[in-house]
């Protein structure tokens, strides 16, 4: 008979329904008589190692759904990368605690630390079962259709470039909106789902698996302005060189770092203004604006797409069941059925820890600046229901008399 502890924690960066996860497992374990506690880590992997746990059994099953519902991470996140050595003390605190089940929310990274952990346990011959909860609002997960937390960053973004085309339109100019992504260009890529009519901003879409031309981007910005008097801009924060240096640190003078060495490449308006600049510079167009959505992206509250919920509540679920039932650590990920619904499997963290996704080229238009009607199909039915739609007025032309 073992403890019947176990032990959840989220990390990396939130989104509007990590926390549905997280009730998954709290809510789903509790139905399994051989658990005793469900414990949460304050911050993470931090958590584990500093010991600052919280009783998740104490918690009422009412507060817990009002939390599911409230976006960003409940528990607190991290944004430390565990090495072998990092992973050793997770594992020695996991075992001190007699936690038998282990599950991480969290991206790339934090599947990669749950295969460490689940190898470490294995060689020491300790019953401990590692299961990794797929979330990234970058959407670049290995294996996975999609991944909790992006289809309402995607809804998000849609929506707020669909309201900056409206705002472009009244008081024509250049719009640069500077989105999320590193590597993969999904959520970028989501603002063409705010288009309504023909000639609707983003006109122009940029993501990190195409290579980033000034000059070619500057041509592409006149034609556009001089064929609808206007023009708007999707831009990927992770845009690079033939290099593959990011465009960031080319125009900046300064650069900053994150604690991983990357550079720092969200949270800032360097890339919005420098491609301003170069705009207003090069073009002589005297109306230019941009915006970084930054954060404002990851945990908006009211604009969560309800299918990302129910999903993201489902791999909590999903990952519960697959410890309790199954006979292997993984990672859960999520299948598409049909026209839509989603199915679940749990996938080798070999498979997923450490890797990354892109967007796959049939997704990306030939001419590098737009998305295809297939990621238009993919995309549509993850964002939920009741997308806000605009519209136009027909402008019956009223015959000039002092100036025909």
């Keep these: 008979m073992g403890s019947g502890r176990i032990l959840v924690a989220q990390g990396g960066g939130p989104t509007a329904v990590i926390n549905q996860s997280l009730v998954g497992v709290a809510l789903e374990a509790r139905r399994f008589r051989d658990v005793t506690r469900v414990y949460g880590a304050l911050h993470g992997v931090r958590g584990i190692v500093d010991e600052e746990f919280v009783d998740l059994t104490q918690e009422t099953s009412h507060n817990l759904e009002l939390v599911a519902a409230t976006p960003s991470s409940a528990l607190g996140s991290t944004r430390d990368k565990p090495d072998e050595q990092y992973c050793a003390e997770i594992f020695h605190v996991l075992r001190a605690h007699e936690i038998e089940h282990f599950f991480y929310i969290g991206g790339n990274d934090s599947s990669d630390t749950v295969r460490i952990v689940s190898e470490q346990a294995r060689a020491a011959g300790y019953p401990l079962r590692a299961i990794h909860i797929p979330k990234t609002i970058d959407n670049d997960l290995v294996g996975s259709d999609h991944t909790p937390g992006f289809p309402s960053a995607a809804r998000f973004v849609a929506q707020a470039f669909a309201g900056a085309n409206l705002d472009n339109a009244s008081l024509p100019g250049v719009y640069v909106g500077v989105v999320m992504g590193r590597h993969a260009g999904f959520l970028t890529a989501a603002a063409a789902l ?53 465009i960031a640190t080319l125009l900046a003078k300064d650069v900053e770092k994150d604690a991983h060495g990357n550079v720092q490449l969200s949270g800032t308006g360097a890339l919005a203004d420098l491609l301003c600049d170069a705009i207003k510079a090069r073009l002589g167009i005297k109306r230019v604006r941009g915006d970084t959505f930054g954060y404002l992206q990851r945990s908006f509250i009211g604009c969560v797409s309800d299918v990302d919920q129910r999903e993201a509540r489902e791999v909590g679920e999903k990952a519960v069941q697959h410890a309790f039932w199954g006979e292997r650590d993984g990672s859960v990920a999520i299948r598409r059925t049909g026209f839509y619904s989603a199915d679940y499997a749990l996938l080798p963290l070999t498979d997923v820890a450490g890797k990354t996704r892109t967007m796959e080229d049939e997704f990306i238009a030939a001419n590098g600046t737009d998305v295809t009607d297939a990621f238009r199909l993919y995309l549509r039915p993850l964002l939920g229901s009741g997308m806000p739609d605009a519209f136009r007025l027909r402008c019956a032309r009223v015959p000039k008399i002092l100036k025909p």
């Design 194 to 246: 705010g288009k309504k009519f023909p000639d609707d901003g983003p006109h122009l879409i940029y993501v990190p698996e195409r290579t980033f031309e000034l000059e070619r981007f500057l041509a592409d910005v006149k034609e556009t302005y001089a064929r609808h008097g206007r023009c708007v801009i999707a831009v990927s924060e992770g845009i690079h060189d033939a290099s593959g240096a990011p």
